[in-house]
Structures are given as C-alpha cells and as structure tokens.
C-alpha cells in the first residue's frame, strides 16, 4: 500500500443496476456483484481482467447512506486514528467510521473543509484491530 495514492474508487447512487449498466456501456467493464448482506452492490472490472476489480457501484446504504451521488475515491494512510484526528483538527468532518472491512483493513468516510468527500483507509494491524 502506497500511502496518499488514490487505490480504489466507489460510485454511490440511488438506481445502482442503470448506472451499473451505464458505465458497462459507456466505458466497457464488466460487471461482479459483490453480496452485501441481503443486496449487492457491484465490482466493476476490465474486460478480461476478472482479478483485478478496479471501480465499485454501490447502494446509499450503511457507510455510504449519507452520502449523495458521488464519486468517492479512497486513499489509503498509514494510520487511520491519527488522520481522523488530523481532519478533524484542520476543519474536515468525519461522516463515517472507521469500520472494518473484511478484516483487512478499516476505512473511513470524511469532508473536506470545502465540502467534498473521500474515504480513507488502512491494512489492519494488531494496533487497529
């Protein structure tokens, strides 16, 4: 993990199978659902690449259910408690989080000072755990 390099972008929006199929469309990935506990929300990939998802389609549910249609795109770090602190400190809001993931990694959903979005991440190690 590259520390401050975009890794991964999710698109929220309210009708994810026409945007999913937009975007299928328009750009040329293929689609894999992705369960999410009673709904899927969906992993977008290149042609030919099924190992190497590289967009997400998502539902406005759980972390992502206060969020409008956007583009949320995450950027890993290398300790997440300490740069929540830091956005809080330096005018940003946390809108959600940290939640685990997968047992993997946590990540969690912040405002900039001027209003806009992006998710932060970090691997799980036994300090965050």
Not at 20 to 37: C, I, L, N, Q, S
Not at 52 to 72: E, Q
Request: one cysteine or more; hydrophobic letters at 35%; aromatic letters at 10%.
């Amino acid at each position: 993990m590259q520390s401050g390099k975009i890794s991964w972008a999710d698109l929220t929006v309210p009708d994810t199978d026409k945007i999913r199929d937009f975007y299928k469309h328009v750009v040329g990935w293929e689609v894999v659902a992705t369960p999410m506990g009673g709904y899927d929300d969906y992993s977008m990939i290149r042609k030919n690449e099924p190992n190497d998802p590289i967009a997400g389609i998502c539902h406005p549910r759980g972390a992502n259910g206060n969020l409008p249609a956007v583009w949320l795109v995450y950027l890993p770090v290398e300790d997440l408690d300490l740069s929540l602190t830091r956005c809080a400190e330096s005018g940003g809001r946390i809108i959600s989080g940290p939640i685990s993931f997968s047992g993997t990694s946590r990540y969690a959903v912040i405002q900039d000072p001027s209003g806009a979005y992006v998710a932060l991440y970090c691997k799980t190690d036994s300090k965050a755990a």
